[in-house]
């Protein structure tokens, strides 16, 4: 079984200040882990992912999440916030020997960016 | 050149309609899934299909039937429209694992409000 753990439903930053958003996982085998964003009235939109090889992940809009398998951790990162960051994210884990690629999904958290 | 479509985007109707959501992806992922999003952004797997079989089938009533014409569609009719069926509705696809792994492209979705 997996599950994922998003700690804080509510994040809120400062305009320029860091962002992390906590993922805690719980797979029996080797996970593939994502980070997905939810802008207001649309879909989800894949950020970045883990699946094997480097441990540091790059993704889009200057995010990047670091696989700690010591941890059970791929918390996500972004430097400098930017007020368009404001946004629902969910932490997502699946693997090679989940039927069908099902992920599970985190309840998400809700990232403010204050001006 | 979308990837993943819906229709409709809205959907009102009253308590006990039969209504049906379309979704076509044009990605050539094999699998596709359908989820529940309720007010609280919680994401819910509800269905899943690979090439045109079911694979996933979560706890869902059976007023929910889901039917794959072929791989690149997958519908979700529901029976007798409940209050509490109201809820945004997405459809997703996958590559396979040999593509790289289980990251899911979502449609737009489909806001489906039941009075």
């Known amino acids: 079984a997996q599950s994922v753990t998003q700690l804080g439903s509510h994040v809120s930053v400062s305009e320029g200040a860091l962002v992390l958003l906590r993922c805690n996982y719980s797979s029996s085998v080797p996970p593939y882990l994502f980070w997905y964003v939810q802008y207001p009235n649309q879909g989800l939109q894949l950020l970045l992912k883990?699946?094997?090889?480097?441990?540091l992940v790059k993704g889009i809009n200057g995010f990047e999440a670091e696989f700690k398998k010591s941890e059970t951790s791929f918390h996500l990162t972004k430097p400098s916030a930017h007020m368009s960051d404001a946004a629902e994210y969910f932490c997502a884990v699946s693997s090679r020997y989940t039927n069908a690629g099902k992920s599970t999904f985190g309840d998400g958290t809700t990232l403010t960016v204050k001006p | 050149d979308t990837a993943v479509s819906q229709t409709p985007k809205y959907l009102v109707t009253q308590m006990g309609n039969d209504k049906s959501i379309k979704c076509e992806q044009n990605l050539g992922h094999d699998t596709m899934y359908w989820y529940k999003q309720d007010s609280k952004k919680f994401l819910k797997i509800m269905f899943s299909y690979n090439n045109k079989e079911l694979i996933i089938n979560e706890t869902v009533p059976n007023r929910f039937s889901p039917k794959s014409p072929d791989k690149a569609h997958l519908n979700l009719h529901i029976n007798s429209l409940e209050l509490g069926d109201s809820a945004v509705y997405f459809c997703?696809?996958?590559?396979?694992?040999?593509?790289?792994?289980?990251?899911?492209?979502f449609g737009p979705g489909t806001r489906l409000t039941v009075t």
């Open positions: 883990y699946t094997t090889g480097a441990t």
């Open positions: 997703a696809s996958s590559p396979s694992e040999m593509a790289g792994g289980y990251e899911q492209y």
